[in-house]
C-alpha cells in the first residue's frame, strides 16, 4: 500500500499568526460552519417545497453555493491555494457518471423488492413532487458530500489514514440520520455501510467530490423523485412521480426506514464499493496513517 503526501493541505510558510490559530482548529470551525450550511439547506428546502417551480432552482443554487463556500473555507481556514477535490476540471464528466451509477443502483434495488413480493402498489404520484425532490436532493448531496467526504474522511485520512478514515466518516454520515422520525440504529448502520461507504469509496478512487455527488444525487432522486418512497425513515412518504406501497419483511423491504435499511440494499451496494476501493487501492491513493515519533 502506498502513501502518498498531501500538499495542497500545507500553509505558505508565512502567514498572519490569527489565520495560522484558525488552521489549527480548522476540523470544529469546518464542521460548525458546514453543519450550520446543512441545517439552513434543510429549512430553504422545506420552505420552498410546496412550489415545485420555485423549489428546482432553489436547490441548484444552494448545491452551487455550497460548493462555493466549501472552497472559500477551505482556503482561507486551512490555508489552502488549492481546492482539487472541488476542481471545475472534469466536473459534468463525473457528476455524470455518479448518477448514472446512482440511478442504476436504485432502480435494481427496486426491482429486486418487486420480484420478491415487496411491492404492494404501484401508481401514478406528482410531477410536481418530481420536480422539487430533484432541487432538495442536489443541495443535500451536496452538502453531505462536502461535509463527509470533503471535511471528515479527507482530514481524519491525513492524520489516522485511509482505512480509519472510512470507517470513522462513514460511521458519522450514518449516526446522523438517528435524528430522523423513523430512525432504527439498523437503518442507522445500513446507511453507513452503504450510502456512507460506497460514496467513501467514489471520493477515493477519482480523489473529486464530484463522484459522490453525482452519485448521491441519483440514488436520492431516484429514490424520492421517481419511485416516492419513504427516504431514510423520513415521517412521511415524499411526492414522487410515481406513488410506491411496501409490505413484508424487513429484511426485503427495510421497514418504516426505508429500502436503503433493508438487506438487498447491501447486496446491491457492495458490488460498486468493492470495485471503486479496489480501483483507488491499485492506483495508490489509499494512505497510510501518519507515525507520530517522540
Known amino acids: 500500500m502506498r502513501s502518498k503526501g498531501n500538499p495542497d493541505s500545507t500553509p505558505p510558510t508565512e502567514v498572519p499568526a490569527n489565520r495560522a490559530r484558525l488552521r489549527s482548529f480548522r476540523v470544529p470551525v469546518l464542521l460548525v460552519a458546514l453543519f450550520a450550511v446543512l441545517a439552513a439547506v434543510t429549512g430553504a428546502n422545506r420552505l420552498v417545497a410546496p412550489v415545485p417551480v420555485l423549489a428546482l432552482p432553489v436547490g441548484l443554487a444552494l448545491a452551487a453555493a455550497c460548493v462555493a463556500c466549501y472552497r472559500r473555507l477551505s482556503r482561507y481556514v486551512e490555508l489552502r491555494d488549492e ?161 410506491t406501497t411496501l409490505s413484508g419483511p424487513s429484511a426485503i423491504t427495510g421497514g418504516v426506514f426505508g429500502p436503503e435499511a433493508g438487506l438487498l440494499a447491501l447486496l446491491v451496494c457492495a458490488g460498486p464499493t468493492f470495485l471503486l476501493l479496489r480501483a483507488a487501492h491499485r492506483d495508490g491513493r489509499f494512505r497510510a496513517a501518519q507515525v507520530t515519533r517522540p
Request: net charge negative; no cysteine.
Open 83 to 243: 481546492v482539487p477535490e472541488a476542481a471545475p476540471d472534469g466536473r459534468w464528466r463525473l457528476l455524470g457518471r455518479g448518477a448514472l451509477l446512482g440511478a442504476a443502483l436504485f432502480t435494481a434495488l427496486m426491482l429486486l423488492v418487486a420480484v420478491l413480493g415487496g411491492v404492494d402498489a404501484l401508481a401514478w404520484g406528482s410531477f410536481g413532487g418530481f420536480l422539487a425532490s430533484a432541487g432538495a436532493t442536489s443541495g443535500v448531496a451536496v452538502i453531505e458530500e462536502v461535509l463527509f467526504r470533503g471535511v471528515v474522511l479527507r482530514v481524519l485520512e491525513e492524520r489516522a489514514g485511509t482505512v480509519v478514515a472510512i470507517a470513522a466518516s462513514s460511521a458519522l454520515f450514518g449516526l446522523t440520520h438517528l435524528v430522523n422520525a423513523n430512525a432504527t440504529l439498523w437503518g442507522a448502520l445500513s446507511i453507513a455501510l452503504t450510502g456512507g461507504t460506497m460514496t467513501a469509496a467514489a471520493y477515493l478512487a477519482t480523489r473529486s467530490l464530484w463522484l459522490p455527488i453525482g452519485l448521491h444525487f441519483a440514488w436520492n432522486f431516484t429514490h424520492a423523485g421517481i419511485f416516492g418512497v419513504a427516504l431514510s425513515g423520513s415521517d412521511t412518504p415524499p411526492d414522487g412521480l410515481l406513488a
